[in-house]
């Protein structure tokens, strides 16, 4: 009876999402909305998109620095959320650097969850990684992003200048997508 009932709220939940578009903006906030399926989901036209704030925490690297997305005003931020446990992450993380260092107006904010610090402190200098991230073991941060899903990592936030949301990669970011959607973004006027 218990999982009958469970697989009835299940389907009511997914018809719920089922019927609404990939991401809303309550009074201009994004908020995720399951994309039927879908694991890269752009969000056209800008007028459209919701804005991300309050995603802030402490610095990985520097313990005690608070870091969030308001420090990259006015600049393309790519969000990825990563953990040194994470195959995928561990792969996609210097490909981040390279954009980051490729495209000039953009920069990358990582969000590290479920993580040691000492082993994710430990990654990101064995690589070389310049980007800071946000240690958010617990996940805290990371629950702030409205209806985003909290487990799935590597996942990837790509906001526009005004850190409203114009893409989402619920899956380890390819490098030949990602390019040519950032460099849109920076074209776009402010």
């Given at each position: 009876?218990?999982?009958?009932?469970?697989?009835?709220?299940?389907?009511?939940?997914?018809?719920?999402?089922?019927?609404?578009?990939?991401?809303?903006?309550?009074d201009g906030e994004f908020?995720?909305?399951?994309?039927?399926?879908?694991?890269?989901?752009?969000?056209?036209?800008?007028?459209?998109?919701?804005?991300?704030?309050?995603?802030?925490?402490?610095?990985?690297?520097?313990?005690?620095?608070?870091?969030?997305?308001?420090?990259?005003?006015?600049?393309?931020?790519?969000?990825?959320?990563?953990?040194?446990?994470?195959?995928?992450?561990?792969?996609?993380?210097?490909?981040?650097?390279?954009?980051?260092?490729?495209?000039?107006?953009?920069?990358?904010?990582?969000?590290?969850?479920?993580?040691?610090?000492?082993?994710?402190?430990?990654?990101?200098?064995?690589?070389?990684?310049t980007f800071d991230s946000?240690?958010?073991?617990?996940?805290?941060?990371?629950?702030?992003?409205?209806?985003?899903?909290?487990?799935?990592?590597?996942?990837?936030?790509?906001?526009?200048?005004?850190?409203?949301?114009?893409?989402?990669?619920?899956?380890?970011?390819?490098?030949?997508?990602?390019?040519?959607?950032?460099?849109?973004?920076?074209?776009?006027?402010?």
């Amino acid at each position: 009876m218990r999982r009958l009932a469970l697989a009835v709220v299940a389907v009511l939940a997914l018809a719920g999402c089922s019927t609404s578009q990939d991401a809303v903006a309550n009074d201009g906030e994004f908020t995720f909305v399951a994309p039927g399926g879908q694991t890269t989901i752009l969000y056209d036209p800008p007028a459209d998109r919701g804005r991300v704030t309050g995603i802030s925490g402490e610095s990985l690297l520097e313990p005690g620095t608070e870091i969030g997305i308001d420090d990259y005003a006015g600049q393309v931020v790519i969000l990825n959320v990563w953990g040194s446990w994470c195959g995928p992450c561990r792969d996609e993380l210097p490909d981040l650097q390279f954009v980051q260092d490729s495209v000039e107006g953009v920069s990358v904010l990582g969000l590290d969850v479920r993580d040691s610090r000492d082993a994710a402190a430990d990654f990101v200098r064995d690589r070389g990684l310049t980007f800071d991230s946000i240690y958010d073991s617990p996940a805290r941060t990371l629950a702030r992003l409205s209806g985003y899903p909290r487990n799935t990592t590597p996942s990837t936030l790509v906001l526009d200048k005004q850190h409203r949301v114009a893409a989402v990669y619920l899956t380890q970011i390819r490098i030949t997508e990602l390019i040519p959607v950032v460099e849109r973004l920076v074209a776009e006027p402010a």
